[in-house]
């Protein structure tokens, strides 16, 4: 499918994945609504994508303010014309140590990673609905399928945001709505970046990633995970029991120094 002069909205462009990808939309001829809280990354973005000749529009915002993403959607209607492809990129991080649940984080995480795609869709969904078409694109994570150590906000997070668009998934499709989610792995971003506890594999580059995201947007896939050695893995974690699950979680993190588990 062509996404040429499709209008697209994506959460948490200014860096990571979502600025890689916005350059890949970019690239496509989509119309682009740009939103970040981030006002410097997303200044330089947009920079970045008007020199290259796309059509943009952005907006300061937080994905976590209901009130506000309302009236943004409608901004970005008006600058741009129907949304068609929402693409809900913007997330935290986040360790959870047994010592200090973080419980102040743990709100954070949740309500930026889960409750800014609901936000999202609150603002968006029924005019899609109206139309009879459109495309909802949510990055959760490889962490969501299992509860990963240190990452307990993080991967809760994420599994409510899986279960969340699966079961939005069968009515939307059925009012003519593609629901698609994204499950990478480990991506080098700034997130990534600052987490004191680092992957124990070598993590894909954004650009890359953003490749991947494109892929599953032109396929509408319904579930789409990456790399493959990563979702491999933990899809084999994914059938362990629990016994055994909780001891290879526990013999690999005792390799993992200053960090108690």
Not at 96 to 115: C, F, G, M, Q, S
């Amino acid at each position: 499918m062509t996404l040429r002069d499709k209008v697209a909205v994506v959460t948490g462009a200014a860096s990571g994945m979502g600025r890689a990808l916005c350059r890949e939309l970019a690239n496509e001829g989509v119309r682009l609504g740009l939103l970040d809280r981030d006002a410097d990354g997303l200044a330089s973005l947009e920079v970045e994508l008007r020199q290259s000749g796309a059509v943009i529009s952005t907006a300061i915002v937080d994905v976590t303010d209901r009130s506000g993403m309302r009236e943004t959607m409608q901004n970005l209607v008006v600058a741009l014309g129907p949304i068609e492809l929402l693409i809900a990129c913007a997330g935290i991080t986040g360790t959870t140590l047994v010592d200090d649940l973080a419980v102040e984080k743990t709100e954070a995480i949740l309500r930026v990673n889960y409750l800014g795609v609901v936000y999202a869709l609150d603002a968006l969904l029924p005019d899609m609905i109206a139309r009879g078409r459109g495309h909802i694109v949510a990055l959760s994570s490889l962490a969501g399928c299992r509860g990963m150590p240190f990452s307990a906000a993080y991967s809760a997070s994420k599994a409510a945001l899986m279960a969340y668009l699966e079961s939005l998934r069968p009515p939307l499709r059925r009012r003519g709505i593609a629901v698609t989610t994204v499950l990478p792995g480990f991506v080098r971003t700034p997130l990534m970046a600052n987490a004191p506890v680092q992957p124990p594999m070598k993590m894909m580059e954004p650009e890359a990633a953003a490749r991947h995201i494109l892929r599953a947007i032109h396929r509408r896939s319904r579930v789409y995970a990456f790399p493959w050695s990563t979702s491999w893995l933990l899809r084999v974690l994914g059938l362990l029991p629990p016994g055994l699950y909780d001891w290879c979680m526990a013999r690999g993190a005792a390799h993992i120094p200053n960090v108690t588990y």
